[in-house]
C-alpha cells in the first residue's frame, strides 16, 4: 500500500535555485493538493487540483507552481527559492466525492517534505 | 468553510478518556465536521467525520450538539501514543479537499 508518496524527504537549497518536490499517488484519486507547514502552526494550501490538466491556487500561491498531466503525479515546483520558503511540504490525495457510502472524503497525506533555503 | 476555535493546548492521563473540544459557531447546512491529527511532524491522519449525528469507529466518538454550534472528539482511553496535535476542520462537499487547517490542540497523554 504505497498510498501517497513524496520525493525528495529532505532538501538543503541556496537562495535562487530551482527544485522540483514530486507526489505520486496510487489510489486512482481525482483530487490532489500541496500544503506547507511552517514551525507551530497549522497547513496552508498552495495549490490543488480537482483532476488531470486542472489546477488552482490556494491560501499561498506565490513562488510555485503547479502541474497535473497524469491523475497519478502532482510536481511542485520552486522558481527561485527563498529563505521564507523554508518549510515542511506536504502532498494529499482524496477522491472528490464527500461521504456517504465507504467513501469518508479523507485526505490522505504523504510523509512530507523537509526543505530549507539558505 | 466555517471558522472553528480549538484550545491550544490539552493534557490526558493514560488510559483516560480525552476529551478535545471544537467551537463551530458559524457553521452551515451542509458542512461536515472532520477530525485529523498530526504526530511529531507526520502527514496529517483521519480520524472521524460526522455531519449532524453522533460517530463512532475505532479511533474515536464524535460528539456534535443538537445546534451543531460545537462537536467534542472523545478518544476513550488515551494512550501515550496518542499524542499529538488535533485538527478540527468544516467543509462542504464543494470545498472537495481544500481543507483549511487551524493551529490545532496539542494533546499530551501523561503516563
Known amino acids: 500500500n504505497a498510498g501517497v508518496t513524496q520525493t525528495p524527504k529532505f532538501q538543503v537549497l541556496k537562495t535562487g535555485q530551482s527544485m522540483t518536490l514530486q507526489c505520486a499517488q496510487d489510489?486512482?484519486?481525482?483530487?490532489m493538493s500541496w500544503y506547507r507547514q511552517d514551525p507551530g502552526m497549522g497547513l496552508r494550501l498552495i495549490h490543488y487540483?480537482?483532476?488531470?490538466?486542472?489546477?488552482d491556487q490556494g491560501e499561498v500561491p506565490n513562488g510555485y507552481n503547479v502541474s497535473r498531466s497524469t491523475t497519478e503525479d502532482f510536481p511542485l515546483r520552486l522558481l527561485s527559492a527563498a529563505p521564507s520558503q523554508t518549510s515542511v511540504y506536504f502532498c494529499?490525495?482524496?477522491?472528490?466525492?464527500?461521504?456517504?457510502?465507504?467513501?469518508?472524503?479523507?485526505?490522505?497525506f504523504g510523509e512530507g517534505s523537509r526543505l530549507t533555503v539558505l | 468553510d466555517a471558522k472553528t476555535t480549538q484550545p491550544p493546548s490539552m493534557d490526558c492521563a493514560e488510559g483516560r478518556a480525552a476529551n478535545l473540544p471544537c467551537n463551530h459557531s458559524?457553521?452551515?447546512?451542509?458542512?461536515?465536521v472532520y477530525w485529523y491529527r498530526q504526530i511529531h511532524s507526520q502527514g496529517p491522519q483521519y480520524i472521524i467525520h460526522?455531519?449532524?449525528n453522533n460517530e463512532t469507529n475505532e479511533m474515536a466518538s464524535l460528539i456534535i450538539t443538537e445546534d451543531r454550534k460545537s462537536s467534542t472528539l472523545i478518544l476513550p482511553h488515551a494512550t501515550l501514543r496518542d499524542t499529538a496535535v488535533y485538527y478540527c476542520?468544516?467543509?462542504?462537499?464543494?470545498?472537495?479537499?481544500?481543507?483549511?487547517f487551524g493551529e490545532g490542540t496539542q494533546l499530551t497523554v501523561n503516563p
Open positions: 494529499a490525495s482524496s477522491n472528490l466525492r464527500l461521504a456517504g457510502g465507504p467513501n469518508t472524503g479523507e485526505l490522505f
Open positions: 489510489m486512482n484519486h481525482e483530487y
Open positions: 487540483s480537482v483532476g488531470a490538466g486542472i489546477t
Open positions: 458559524t457553521i452551515s447546512g451542509n458542512e461536515y
Open positions: 460526522g455531519l449532524k
Open positions: 476542520i468544516v467543509r462542504d462537499r464543494t470545498s472537495g479537499s481544500r481543507l483549511t
